[in-house]
């Protein structure tokens, strides 16, 4: 098969170019879907957890910039909450866009002429476009300086086939960068870690509660 035409890899060696060749940070992942409300924060537990590495499978220490800051949500939220920072501030964000031709549910409503869901993929695509083309006015404040990097994925409809398409191209893009980084994306030991300190001051919390309750200082109300 002509890898070429394998869309994980594609956005995997996206995300490469703009971690470790224009070291941008973070990636936004906006979905124009408010059933994906959610789908970013899945997201940011199968790319953080996977590929947040500094050890390769050799266990030495690596000089490059592993796995990106994941966080985002739903377009129409992020339009009045964070797209100014995205458009005009200093800070260049990658972005990528999730949208659906058709409305999930069987009807849609008509407004003028158009349906809900065209005017959601307006608003979409616009975006997009604002994002590359940017603008040019006499008046400062209304510069928008473009050339910021975005990515539309676009399927017809919201059904269990295409959620579970999505999250197999997610994996996928989060196992080709692991492979290119040589890390290993499938250990946690910084949650580890986590769990391990934790149960040490679990054991400090009930020592202080026998004490507390030998003393006659405190008592358990519930208990």
Known sequence: RDIRKNIALLNALI????????????LAILPYSQALSRF???????????????????????????GPIIWGEPGTNGQH????????????????FIGFRQSQFDSDI????????EKL?????AQSIALAKGQSSANPNKVFPGNRP?????????????????????ENKVAFQGFIWNINSFDQE?????????KQLIQHYKASSIDRNYSGEYTDPIG
Do not use: C
């Open 15 to 26: 995300g490469i170019w703009n971690r470790n060749f224009l070291g941008y940070e973070t």
């Open 40 to 66: 970013p924060a899945h997201l940011q537990q199968l790319d953080m957890e996977s590929n947040g590495k500094r050890i390769n499978r050799r266990g030495e220490a690596i000089e490059y910039a592993t």
């Open 81 to 96: 909450a964070f797209y100014q920072l995205i458009h005009q501030s200093n800070t260049i964000i990658p972005v990528e």
């Open 110 to 117: 008509d407004v003028d002429g158009t349906i809900s869901q």
């Open 121 to 125: 993929l307006a608003d979409l695509f």
């Open 150 to 170: 975005s990515s539309i994925l676009i399927a017809d409809k919201l059904t269990p086939s295409t959620m579970g398409a999505l999250l197999a191209y997610y």
């Open 190 to 198: 910084g949650v580890e870690l986590g769990k391990k300190l934790a």
